[in-house]
Structure formats: C-alpha cells, structure tokens
C-alpha cells in the first residue's frame, strides 16, 4: 500500500534551516511528483510547491522562492523540503502528498502523517 | 493566482442532516476541482476529483457537483464520523490554491 512517512517534529531558532523528509513507499517513486503543502496552527491550506522525483525539477509559489529547495533521492524513494531565514510565521505543519496525473484530472491522492516545525527563540 | 472562496466556514448539523457546502472560484476552472477531509490531528484525506467524480472507497453519501467558477459539496446524512474540515482545491492553474475550508460540528 502506499505510504509516504515524514520525519520527526523540529523546533528551530529564527534565522535558522529546517530540513523535512518525505520517505515514500508502495509505489514507483519516480513515476509521481511530490508536492508540498504547510498548515499554519488555527488555518487553512497553504501549497508550497512540487518536486519531481523523475528529473529533479521543481515549482515552487510565489511566497516560497528564495527560501524553500525541494529535493529527492530515488535510491531511497525519499523527498526533502528544506527552508531557510526561518520566521515565527513559519511555525506550521508541513505535509507532503503524492500527486496523481490521469487524463487530465490531477489530484493531491496520499499524504504524509505531517512534521510540525517550531520556530521559536 | 486564482482565488477560492468557500462557504460556510463552519456549520452545526445533526445526524441524518443534509449537509451542503458551496465553493467559488474568481475565474473559471472548468471542472478542475478537487475536494479533500480533514479530520482534527490527521492529514488531509482526498475525496473528490473533477468536482464530481469519488474517490474509490469514498463513501457514496458523498458528492460533489458544479463547473466553471461554481461548486458544491454535499453530503447526504451526516454521519459522526463526518466531523471534519473540508476543502475544496483547483488544479487548472498553478499554485494549487485551496479554499480556507468548512469546518463542520455534530449539533
């Protein structure tokens, strides 16, 4: 079955880089793009970007330029989401999710469990 | 970026309620609409794809509806199990941009 398995919480000084991992499992990793999407305490939704496993390329929004870098390792099936100059605002949870691509239709179809980063001084 | 406008934000329903849930998008998507559950303390769960089309295994009290900039969500007899936020997520452009959810609560 498919699974994507996140590493473990962090708590980070502002200033500071984080590092989250996204092991994926149950399917052909390169065959899917790994998006990721943060939930800021209390809110909504928020997406940060895609990487894909099969040539490294990426995307990322607007607000996530400049100091996010999304990267894999297919000998281990596994994503990475790395953000730097950490904020307050950042503190959130960040997920990763599988994206499905069929016939036009695409959709976010397996997350992982999350990984909440604190940043506090 | 296109913009999605859900409502309500919250609503309180007893079970066996019908429960109806609107999303707008400010541009037309065409039918590049997915919706997704999330449960307190759990990741998001997808449900729905192409504004109408179940996930396999989703439950079939479920269902969506809508095209263009209009969208609607629906489900047939709340259940308690059904406590939950939902959302709603266009892909015809990027970013993906997600609706600020509908938090739904048991009367």
């Known amino acids: 079955q498919v699974q994507l398995v996140q590493s473990g919480a962090e708590v980070k000084r502002p200033g500071a880089s984080v590092k989250v991992s996204c092991k994926a499992s149950?399917?052909?990793?390169?065959?899917?793009?790994i998006h990721w999407v943060r939930q800021a305490p209390g809110q909504g939704l928020e997406w940060m970007g895609w990487f894909n496993p099969y040539n490294g390329g990426t995307n990322y929004a607007q607000r996530s330029q400049g100091r996010v870098t999304m990267t894999g390792d297919t000998s281990i099936s596994t994503a990475h989401m790395e953000m730097s100059r950490l904020r307050y605002d950042d503190t959130a949870i960040y997920y990763c999710?599988?994206?499905?691509?069929?016939?036009?239709?695409?959709?976010?179809?397996?997350w992982g469990q999350g990984t909440l980063v604190t940043v506090s001084s | 970026d296109i913009q999605m406008t859900q409502s309500p934000s919250s609503l309180s329903a007893s079970v066996g309620d019908r429960v109806t849930i609107t999303c707008q998008a400010s541009q037309d998507i065409k039918k590049n609409l997915n919706w997704y559950q999330q449960k307190p303390g759990k990741a998001p769960k997808f449900l729905i794809y192409?504004?109408?089309n179940l996930e396999t295994g989703v439950p079939s009290r479920f269902s969506g509806s809508g095209s263009g900039t209009d969208f609607t969500f629906t489900i047939s007899s709340l259940q308690a199990e059904d406590i939950a936020t939902y959302y709603c997520?266009?892909?015809?452009?990027?970013?993906?941009?997600f609706g600020g959810g509908t938090k739904v609560e048991m009367k």
């Open positions: 997520q266009q892909y015809d452009d990027l970013p993906l941009t």
């Open positions: 149950g399917y052909t990793f390169r065959n899917h793009y």
């Open positions: 192409d504004a109408s």
């Open positions: 999710a599988r994206a499905f691509w069929v016939s036009g239709s695409y959709y976010l179809d397996y």
